[in-house]
């Protein structure tokens, strides 16, 4: 599923939203306090209890064949109630860990992980692939997830040595010499993932005896709590995203760009791309980068509420030169200053930059 329109009143400081014909990629942006991260907010609780609401209409349409024949139709509107029944039933049932499908996962802006509590070991290990989970689980944010993404991490090991410790004992009782123990390593694709990210770093073994996650870094082993700061989020928001390897969900990413340096940012979201399959990622950003990134996608501005009938939302694409959206950007310079010409007016005694680029018809991508 993903969401193809949004309609929202009033959810404030937002008077006005209104965008359709969304890509599988939507970039919410915007100056500070215009309430971009209400909207996804009140988005994300929309979709965990679907009922028709005076302040947001949202459209989905279906990207999997269980859908089509769960909802018999392409797509429901949250406007009316039987649609709002049947993305119920579909976004309101459990789901195994390893695969989240037609669901949401929400990652906040407040990523810090807190006290992790010690995995309490237990001779009976059962497979966390296997265990399903409540369905409103990722819902609630990474800081709620990442104890149960890293317990089961470590399960996942010990699992694995479990089933190659009984089947080696079953080859022994019936008198084989020689023994096929190819069991996939679990960790890998942590491993490549980690090394995509984090390269020459790599991601070593580990044991649930340890609690903890090792690296190795020009030949020494360190904690994963030795990364900065920004590498541990890049590997807590993958890890957590590998281990349910979601497949048509909608994806909202508060401030992906957090504590991170572009090419990081760049990085993180091309492997949470790359994992899974029809995914769309909503992502509410003031980065430069990732605007410019994805211009050929959904760029939507938010621009601050001037009237109750004006839409605020601004579709803003890689041709885009309408001084409706270079006004908007005027007053981020950041933004503006990713563009790739930009003409810079500088007075005798002060600089005319901001105002230039709010009132004349210099366009964020050259001169017209």
């Known amino acids: 599923m993903y969401l193809k329109s949004i309609q929202s009143e009033g959810v404030l400081p937002i008077q006005t939203f209104s965008v359709d014909e969304l890509s599988d990629v939507v970039v919410l942006a915007g100056p500070n306090g215009v309430g971009k991260s209400r909207l996804i ?11 028709p609401v005076l302040t947001s ?18 797509e429901l509107n949250t406007s009316v109630p039987e649609d709002c029944t049947k993305l119920t039933a579909t976004l309101q049932s459990n789901r195994l860990r390893r695969n989240w499908k037609s669901s949401v996962l929400n990652f906040e802006s407040n990523r810090t992980i807190q006290k992790i509590k010690p995995y309490a070991f237990s001779w009976d290990i059962t497979d966390p692939d296997e265990e399903s989970i409540g369905w409103n689980f990722t819902f609630g944010g990474l800081q709620n997830r990442w104890q149960d993404t890293l317990h089961a991490i470590l399960r996942k090991v010990e699992a694995r040595r479990k089933k190659i410790a009984d089947k080696a004992e079953a080859l022994i009782l019936a008198g084989e ?7 996939k390593d679990p960790l890998a694709p942590f491993k490549e993932a980690f090394s995509q990210l984090l390269a020459p770093k790599i991601l070593l073994d580990a044991t649930a005896k340890e609690q903890d ?8 082993r360190h904690s994963i709590n030795a990364l900065s700061s920004g590498e541990r989020e890049v590997v807590n928001i993958v890890f957590d995203f590998l281990l349910r390897n ?20 760049y990085k993180l979201i091309q492997t949470l791309r790359s994992v899974g399959e029809r995914n769309q990622f909503v992502f509410c950003t003031h980065s430069p980068d990732i605007i410019t990134a ?12 001037k009237s109750s009938e004006n839409n605020q939302a601004i579709i803003v694409k890689d041709d885009d030169e309408t001084n ?30 901001k105002q230039t680029y709010g009132v004349s018809n210099v366009s964020a991508y050259g001169t017209n």
């Open 41 to 51: 907010n009140s988005l994300i609780s929309h979709l965990q209890n679907p009922t």
């Open 57 to 74: 209409t949202l459209i989905i349409e279906a990207t999997t064949k269980e859908e089509l024949d769960a909802w018999g139709q392409r």
């Open 177 to 183: 010499e020689n023994m096929e123990l190819n069991f």
């Open 213 to 220: 996650l090792f690296f190795e870094s020009e030949g020494s």
């Open 246 to 265: 979601p497949s048509d969900c909608i994806v909202f990413f508060d401030e992906p760009e957090l504590h991170l340096h572009p090419e990081l940012s």
């Open 294 to 305: 994805s211009l050929d996608n959904t760029v939507v501005f938010i621009s601050p509420v």
């Open 324 to 353: 409706e959206a270079l006004k908007l950007l005027g007053q981020s310079i950041g933004i503006i200053s990713l563009g790739r010409k930009i003409v810079l007016v500088e007075g005798a005694k002060s600089s005319l930059d």
